[in-house]
């Protein structure tokens, strides 16, 4: 069984790049014990362009 963990990033409107250090996040949490699974970039601004992206976490946790 799988737990996941969804972190939200916002991408600037102008210069298409995210606002957070993704990749200091990425680490962050592989040191946690986390799996990077996907990342998510919906099309919610003018002209398709992704105003923000889903980092998708996924961790193995023991069946009790």
Known sequence: MYEY???KISV???SGS????YQGIIHEHA???WKLHQ???PPLGAGGQA???ELIFEKEVAND
């Open 5 to 7: 963990k969804f972190v």
């Open 12 to 14: 600037g409107a102008f």
């Open 18 to 21: 995210p606002k957070d250090d």
């Open 31 to 33: 040191r946690q014990g």
């Open 39 to 41: 990342i998510f970039t």
């Open 51 to 53: 105003v923000s992206m």
